[in-house]
């Protein structure tokens, strides 16, 4: 079943005009056509939401080991600061 590409009412597969307004309807091929490159639009939007997850999980992981780097510099700092006394 299809939809009229004007009104919205719905037809049989492969009329060739509405039988409620009389507009044109797509042919087959067009219509064939239009679902291939919609396909291929479904994947490169896949394809590009995959690519952006993996670079925001990269950034995320290179934040992370920053952290533990200036956490660690901290430490470090503070532990060369305080010497107790020594006996």
Same mark, same amino acid.
């Given at each position: 079943?299809?939809?009229?590409?004007?009104?919205?009412?719905?037809?049989?597969?492969?009329?060739?005009?509405?039988?409620?307004?009389?507009?044109?309807?797509?042919?087959?091929?067009?219509? =064939? %056509? +239009?679902? !291939?490159?919609?396909? $291929?639009?479904?994947?490169?939007?896949?394809?590009? /939401?995959? #690519? @952006?997850?993996?670079?925001?999980?990269?950034?995320? =992981? %290179? +934040?992370? !080991?920053?952290?533990? $780097?200036?956490?660690?510099?901290?430490?470090?700092? /503070?532990? #060369? @600061?305080?010497?107790?006394?020594?006996?």
């Amino acid at each position: 079943m299809g939809f009229c590409i004007n009104c919205g009412n719905q037809h049989q597969d492969g009329v060739r005009f509405c039988r409620f307004c009389g507009t044109a309807q797509p042919s087959e091929q067009l219509l =064939a %056509r +239009l679902r !291939a490159e919609s396909e $291929q639009i479904r994947l490169l939007v896949l394809q590009m /939401q995959q #690519q @952006q997850a993996h670079a925001q999980n990269d950034a995320y =992981a %290179r +934040l992370e !080991a920053m952290r533990l $780097q200036a956490e660690a510099a901290a430490r470090n700092q /503070q532990n #060369q @600061q305080y010497r107790p006394p020594g006996w």
